[in-house]
């Protein structure tokens, strides 16, 4: 049965243009366990797979309807024999796609055969620049097989991007971690400062760095920037707990990006399916074009108009959108009130209690790493903790 009943749309709202980008989730199954992994901590409830036709007819449709890129994510993608298929249709189609990874998995006789399918672009991801601590933060000794790795993307003439997620354990690191990014030959760098969803929204004090720690690598990457110039791209993405400014949530629900669970659940961001009373469709049961433009779940926060104060009549509301749904629902509880991270949102206060508990050091829970028997257990308490769209990124 279609979950797609039409939702109530504002008729003064314009038309939402096609999703350019879709982002495919094609497994949960990970050999890592980072300890902020962006699955939702229920992955281990949503085990099921769209098989290889189900990807490429959505592939298709939304093509048909726009989608220029696409991104191949999970989990670890590579764990699926079917890649190669879903790139060389994609391929076909003309989308540029983008493979997110934690490098397991990708061999040379591998990275040969996805360069063959067309894959445009590959982004790897480390968890640090030393052995000790990328094997503790992923819980698996994966530190040289990322070196060899590195090494391989670059044999296949791909761009050579990295993804370093940060946090308090390896953000004073910082300067190594960029000077093993040049040894690499990285042409581009994401610092991604953690979200604080998901896992990482378990394991919040004991990752969210402190104010002095932030400004230190702030200012060692301006330095590294400053020396680097054009040889390398260093984007740092701000953490927003510490600053206080609301980012658009994936660019705004609904504007641009369509999620594809592995289950074929369709969702604007990562993390929405876990938002209490909203129905998101199944790319088995419903097209790619009905699912944009006429499901509740793609509806619901479209725009301004479902806003209340302060976000109704700030004269901010269009820049950011009233920030981020499912960061409103883990801390505020209401999935309708603006992103606590906003000086505005009466719910600040929390924010802020989180960030002076960083300062202080507290650190009531143990560290909780991602895997299956854990996320089993939380899921019988635990379902609304989810990833952030600010930055896709994997572990
Ligand atoms: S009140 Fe709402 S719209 Fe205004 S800055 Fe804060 S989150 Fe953005
Ligand atoms: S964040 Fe880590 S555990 Fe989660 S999907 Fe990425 S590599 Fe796997």
């Not at 110039?229 to 953490?239: E, I, K, T």
């Not at 989180?354 to 560290?367: F, K, T, W």
Request: glycine residues 8%; proline residues 5%.
């Amino acid at each position: 049965m279609s979950q797609t009943a039409a939702a109530p749309m504002d008729s003064s709202a314009p038309r939402p243009g096609p999703p350019l980008w879709l982002l495919a989730e094609v497994t949960h199954r990970c050999p890592l366990h980072c300890v902020f992994c962006f699955n939702p901590v229920d992955y281990a409830r949503h085990e099921d797979e769209l098989t290889t036709d189900d990807w490429v007819r959505v592939l298709r449709q939304g093509r048909e309807l726009g989608a220029v890129q696409l991104g191949l994510s999970g989990g670890e993608p590579l764990l699926r024999d079917d890649l190669e298929a879903i790139v060389a249709e994609a391929h076909r189609l003309g989308y540029y796609s983008n493979l997110l990874t934690s490098g397991v998995g990708l061999t040379a006789a591998r990275a040969a055969s996805l360069k063959a399918a067309g894959l445009d672009h590959v982004q790897l991801s480390f968890q640090d620049s030393t052995r000790e601590l990328n094997d503790f933060l992923s819980h698996t000794k994966t530190f040289e097989l990322k070196q060899r790795v590195a090494r391989e993307i670059k044999a296949q003439g791909w761009p050579m991007v990295m993804n370093v997620v940060i946090h308090r354990l390896n953000i004073d690191h910082i300067d190594r971690i960029i000077g093993m990014a040049v040894e690499l030959g990285a042409e581009y760098l994401e610092l991604a400062n953690t979200q604080y969803y998901s896992w990482a929204f378990l394991n919040r004090d004991q990752l969210l760095p402190t104010r002095e720690q932030l400004v230190r690598a702030e200012a060692v990457t301006a330095r590294w920037r400053d020396q680097l110039g054009d040889r390398m791209r260093l984007f740092f993405v701000a953490p927003d707990y510490h600053d206080g400014t609301v980012k658009r949530c994936a660019n705004g629900w609904g504007s641009t990006m369509m999620v594809v669970a592995p289950d074929g659940t369709a969702l604007p961001c990562h993390t929405a399916r876990m938002l209490p009373g909203l129905a998101f469709p199944n790319v088995r049961e419903a097209g790619v074009r009905e699912i944009w433009f006429d499901s509740e779940g793609f509806n619901r926060y479209r725009g301004t108009a479902w806003m209340k104060e302060p976000c109704a009549s700030c004269d901010q509301r269009e820049k950011d959108l009233g920030g981020c749904r499912c960061q409103a629902y883990l801390i505020a509880h209401d999935a309708a009130v603006a992103d606590p991270v906003c000086r505005k949102s009466p719910h600040h206060g929390e924010v802020v209690a989180a960030v002076e508990r960083a300062e202080a050091g507290v650190r009531e829970q143990p560290i909780q790493f991602r895997d299956r028997a854990s996320s089993l257990r939380l899921s019988a308490g635990v379902v609304a903790l989810s990833p952030s769209p600010n930055s896709i990124t994997t572990g």
